[in-house]
């Protein structure tokens, strides 16, 4: 029975003349000699050497989940994370294992699904010094959003970055911004890198179909704007928000969700559906 529960969690067992070896992910864990009565006894190893194995084992699913969590986010933004995230409990060295265990991210091209790029996009566009000087847009509602945040922040908008949709490219929208003094900068044809995405990555990782690309928009913005930046040294939400992001209950794209059904309920019904 035990040698049955040993393969069948993917370990191996090893039997020579003498001894007997148990091995998990190609590490031995266990060893055992044969007595005098022909079986074989299994010892325990050094408990430093278990307990260095479970964490390394730890620490790769805990580093795998955030990675996910984060909507595939780079190593190096991920180190930056821990540092400004109380919620991240990981170290540099954990994190370095997601080099070879991510397939939606792997480094080498035939295995990469979701981030192959194109050679570095120059350009000479401009950044913003301050909030709400640039908006980076692709969404619908955009006077309704302007509205808001101008009020949020007692400040104006001087330029909307955005692709080349005709929900921008209208009279409509090119009359509003002249009004206000609002600059409409388009971004150039088929050059995602000036308007980056992170929500193919999470449809790719989670099998979803494309009919849930909007609410992987919706995640993937969740995502970056708790997310260090390269030009911030906060991230986006601590810089509106005046404070640290929890990251406590983010899930992973894609998790099964139930809804609590509130009111009262009949004796054998079920509260989730």
């Known amino acids: 029975m035990l040698l049955k529960a040993i393969t069948k969690n993917g370990g191996e067992v090893i039997f020579t ?11 031995i864990v266990l060893k055992g000699n044969r007595a005098s009565n022909g079986l074989f006894q299994v010892k325990l190893i050094p408990e430093s050497f278990s307990k260095s194995y479970l964490t390394e084992k730890r620490s ?24 400004i995230c109380e919620t991240v409990k990981l170290s540099s060295k954990e994190l370095e294992v997601l080099k070879t265990v991510c397939e939606v991210c792997h480094t080498h091209t035939h295995t990469q699904r979701a981030k192959q790029t194109r050679l570095k996009f120059e350009d000479a566009r401009t950044r913003a010094k301050r909030p709400l000087e640039i908006i980076h847009t692709d ?8 509205n808001q ?8 908008v001087s330029k909307i970055r955005c692709d080349n949709g005709k929900e921008f490219l209208n009279k409509d929208v090119q ?10 900068d388009n971004t150039i044809p088929y050059t995602p890198q000036q308007n980056g995405k992170a929500e193919s990555a999470l449809l ?17 913005t969740y995502i970056l704007n708790r997310l260090p930046t390269d030009t911030l040294e906060c991230t986006p939400y601590e810089m509106w928000e005046k404070r640290k992001p929890n990251l ?15 009111g009262p309920l009949k004796k054998l019904e079920d509260s989730k559906k």
């Open 60 to 83: 790769q699913k805990e580093s795998e989940i955030w990675h996910k969590k984060l909507g595939h986010a780079s190593i190096g933004k991920m180190k930056k994370m821990i540092t």
């Open 149 to 156: 945040v101008e009020v949020h922040w007692n400040s104006k």
């Open 17 to 27: 003349k003498e001894n007997v070896i148990i091995k998990a992910d190609n590490k």
């Open 248 to 262: 406590k209950k983010m899930q992973i794209f894609g998790s099964t969700a139930y809804v609590k059904t509130l």
């Open 175 to 184: 009359i509003w911004c002249k009004r206000k003094v609002i600059i409409l």
């Open 139 to 146: 969404l619908y509602y955009l006077k309704e959003y302007v």
């Open 204 to 220: 790719c990782d989670s099998s979803l179909g494309k009919e849930m690309w909007r609410e992987a928009l919706y995640c993937s």
